[in-house]
């Protein structure tokens, strides 16, 4: 059975990117510099645990081996058609993933749509998350553990998510936000 189509590729792309010889690679990795160059050439189809011990030797995650053609550029819309939208609990924030699936627990970027009173509540992340909150429309309350910041359209803050916080929209009318959120 024949591997991923670009497997091989991505790890001598990034095997030649990080200025790695195939003898460095293989002492960093613990896989034989032979069963390197096999995969190099697609002749074997690798365990998921060679891989991860190629991504190890590599510093990078199993997905960069796996993801996309090396040397393409990455260029991909994200819209309304092709986004995941969730609701808050309490019903009134619809939530728009905006960021891709691989990037999920590194930076994620969210459209979130409150009706009036709709409020965003979040429990703590992992620590030292931080997000930051832009308002597009209507005022929004940010919350983040005994802090808490009213914010107008085009005005933004930042603040620490390994604490309990919420966004609220205290206006009368739609409030629209960007949320981005940077893990650590």
Request: glycine content about 6%.
């Amino acid at each position: 059975m024949p591997g991923p189509p670009f497997l091989g590729k991505n790890i001598q792309h990034l095997r030649k990117q990080k200025n790695l010889s195939m003898d460095a690679l293989a002492e960093r990795s613990q896989v034989s510099k032979a069963m390197l160059s096999q995969i190099e050439k697609g002749k074997v189809n690798p365990t998921i645990g060679i891989l991860w011990k190629i991504a190890q030797g590599l510093h990078v995650q199993l997905r960069d081996l796996i993801t996309s053609e090396p040397g393409k550029v990455l260029f991909e819309k994200k819209d309304v058609s092709n986004s995941t939208v969730l609701k808050s609990d309490d019903g009134k924030c619809d939530i728009q993933i905006l960021s891709p699936p691989k990037m999920i627990e590194s930076v994620e970027l969210y459209l979130l749509h409150f009706q009036p009173g709709g409020t965003l509540e979040s429990q703590p992340h992992s620590p030292h998350t931080e997000e930051i909150v832009t308002a597009l429309e209507g005022q929004l309350e940010v919350r983040s553990g005994d802090q808490v910041m009213k914010i107008d359209p085009y005005a933004s803050v930042h603040y620490s998510a390994d604490v309990p916080h919420a966004i609220k929209n205290v206006s009368k009318a739609m409030a629209r936000a960007y949320l981005a959120v940077r893990y650590q």
